[in-house]
Antibody, heavy 115, light 107 residues
Framework: EVQLVQSGTEVKKSGESLKISCKAS????????IVWVRQMPGKGLEWMGS????????RYNPSLQGQVTISADKSVNTAFLQWNRLKASDTAIYYC????????WGQGTLVTVFS | DIQMTQSPSTLSASLGDTVTITCRAS??????LAWYQQKPGKAPKLLIY???TLETGVPSRFSGSGSGPEFTLTISSLQPDDFATYYC?????????FGQGTKVDFK
């Protein structure tokens, strides 16, 4: 069974750094792209970027380029989403998902940033 | 970039109604389209993938059709559990995009 288990809720102050994770199991991690999706409060779903754990190839939504870093560590079957300096507007739920014929999602990580 | 245009944004319906939501891609995406249901505070739930394949465990009153640029999600005989927000999503390439969402509420 494919599972994507995300790290827990975060409450951070504006300007702080943060790295959230998405641990995969039940399949060969290096064979499938991992995608990150953002949902801001009361808003729709927004693609942030995608990474291929096998070769580290990564794509970003142009509107978010430079604001986040997406990576993966194949030694621990885990993908990451990272901020160097959080802003209040980064408050959202972040989902990871596996790009495959049928798509699997993590449970989401709520990130709250206060100023 | 592939843009997804979903309509309507809101749909008012009654129990037992049949409702249809439409999604149009800005270019051909073959059948690489998924439909999701989302309820407040919950992760999106996959209903349909590859445009028309019903995810395991999803009731058969949900159906998807279409290919190329235009797709539809049909919910037959609307049930109380179906009042939610629905999204389409293309996964033709690794740069996903989503429709704006359709909120199905009580008439």
């Amino acid at each position: 069974e494919v599972q994507l288990v995300q790290s827990g809720t975060e409450v951070k102050k504006s300007g702080e750094s943060l790295k959230i994770s998405c641990k995969a199991s039940g399949y060969r991690f290096i064979d499938y792209w991992i995608v990150w999706v953002r949902q801001m409060p009361g808003k729709g779903l927004e693609w942030m970027g995608s990474t291929h754990p096998g070769d580290s190839h990564t794509r970003y939504n142009p509107s978010l380029q430079g604001q986040v870093t997406i990576s993966a560590d194949k030694s621990v079957n885990t993908a990451f989403l990272q901020w160097n300096r959080l802003k209040a507007s980064d408050t959202a739920i972040y989902y990871c998902a596996r790009h495959s014929y049928t798509i699997d999602w993590g449970q989401g990580t709520l990130v709250t940033v206060f100023s | 970039d592939i843009q997804m245009t979903q309509s309507p944004s809101t749909l008012s319906a009654s129990l037992g109604d049949t409702v249809t939501i439409t999604c149009r891609a800005s270019q051909s995406i073959s059948a690489w389209l998924a439909w999701y249901q989302q309820k407040p505070g919950k992760a999106p739930k996959l209903l349909i993938y590859k445009a028309s394949t019903l995810e395991t465990g999803v009731p058969s009153r949900f159906s998807g059709s279409g290919s190329g640029p235009e797709f539809t999600l049909t919910i037959s005989s609307l049930q109380p559990d179906d009042f939610a927000t629905y999204y389409c999503q293309q996964y033709y390439d690794y740069s996903w995009s989503f429709g704006q969402g359709t909120k199905v509420d009580f008439k």
